[in-house]
């Protein structure tokens, strides 16, 4: 009974393949010193592909279904076996069972920063990344050239090549695209069309097929960030900067009252900034009364603004203001107030 058990075991009436993994790409079908048994069946599932080599040379390929091994269903391995009017006994051969199924998100990315040549910043380093699919489409030139004798053959062994050849093209999209650093992030798409065009005639070298590429994000260095968000504070700030300013201004008057003379200096700081004001201002309007009269030269011209007459209490109290502040010494306060009292009848 053993022997009989035994016996039976060298014929192999079934060849299939449960694959429970998500990332074999092919396997062969370990035959252990069995032999395929005439009129045995071979059942190939959906998203699958088998494929039949005979010493070497590729065979008869099988889709999705249950076939029955005959050479009515083998033309091509009954050709090198030589068989001419059908086999009856069993035969060896080589199975590789292929998934074609889509095997999806498989990163890509810039391990280190691509240089690229930009109108507004000169010249950038940039890193990028993103997903890609794939799918054997083309199972002989797949098991030639990328499996070879391998009796099992995953993503991962393949993913490092595809990595790399996508930065290799990508780095060459980005350089044809000519897409300024500011405009890169509303050109993802086409920069992925681009480089899933230029990666494609590789894939099929290799039975694959790239079935979906995208760019997920392109940064800049953060130097070039840190200028960008400055630049961008900036321009939201300019319509409300003389708000901004009075702000600062009246925020700061409690801790200089809190400092000796802090209050006289900073009110001098403050007539200076609110001075230097206007005299921009009354410099805007002299450029717009010059060019009224420039369109209508008949106009008189506007007589100049009056300078304010202060009284006595004001100079007086600008005076001390520079005594308190350490810019007059004593006997020029002394000389100045003789003569502020006289300029107003009081000497």
């Known amino acids: 009974m053993a022997l009989m058990d035994w016996g039976k075991a060298q014929f192999l009436d079934i060849i299939e393949w449960l694959d429970d993994s998500n990332d074999t790409m092919a396997w062969r079908f370990p035959f252990r010193e069995q032999e395929i048994q005439n009129g045995g069946k071979l059942v190939v599932r959906e998203s699958q592909e088998a494929v039949f080599v005979n010493e070497g040379q590729f065979a008869d390929a099988f889709g999705p279904g249950t076939h029955t091994l005959t050479t009515q269903n083998l033309p091509i391995l009954a050709t090198l076996k030589g068989w001419k009017y059908g086999f009856s006994s069993p035969f060896k051969s080589d199975v590789y069972f292929l998934n074609t199924k889509l095997f999806n998100d498989l990163g890509w990315g810039t391990p280190n920063p691509i240089m690229m040549r930009d109108a507004d910043f000169g010249m ?89 590429l995208f760019i997920e994000n392109i940064s800049l260095p953060e130097e070039v960030e840190a200028m960008l968000d400055k630049r961008t504070s900036v321009g939201m700030m300019a319509p409300v900067m003389g708000a901004y300013t009075q702000m600062q201004v009246a925020d700061s008057i409690p801790l200089a009252a809190q400092n000796p003379g802090g209050m006289a200096g900073m009110g001098m700081g403050v007539g200076v900034g609110f001075g230097m004001g206007n005299m921009m201002a009354n410099q805007m309007g002299q450029a717009a009364q010059m060019g009224q009269g420039m369109m209508n030269p008949g106009a008189p011209a506007a007589p100049a603004p009056a300078a304010p007459v202060k009284t006595l209490k004001e100079e007086l109290t600008d005076l001390k203001d520079l005594f308190d502040s350490q810019l007059i010494t004593q006997a020029e306060f002394d000389t100045q107030r003789a003569a502020v009292m006289k300029k107003h009848g009081m000497a």
């Open 124 to 212: 950038l380093r940039i890193r990028a990344f993103g997903i890609y699919s794939i799918r054997v489409v083309d199972s002989k030139s797949f098991l030639k050239n990328v499996v070879g004798t391998n009796g099992i053959f995953t993503v991962a062994d393949i993913q490092e090549q595809l990595r790399k050849s996508l930065l290799s093209r990508f780095t060459d999209a980005l350089g044809e695209a000519k897409i300024p650093a500011l405009d890169l992030a509303a050109h993802y798409d086409e920069l992925s069309d681009l480089l899933q065009k230029k990666m494609n005639p590789e894939f099929q070298t290799m039975g694959l097929e790239c079935s979906k």
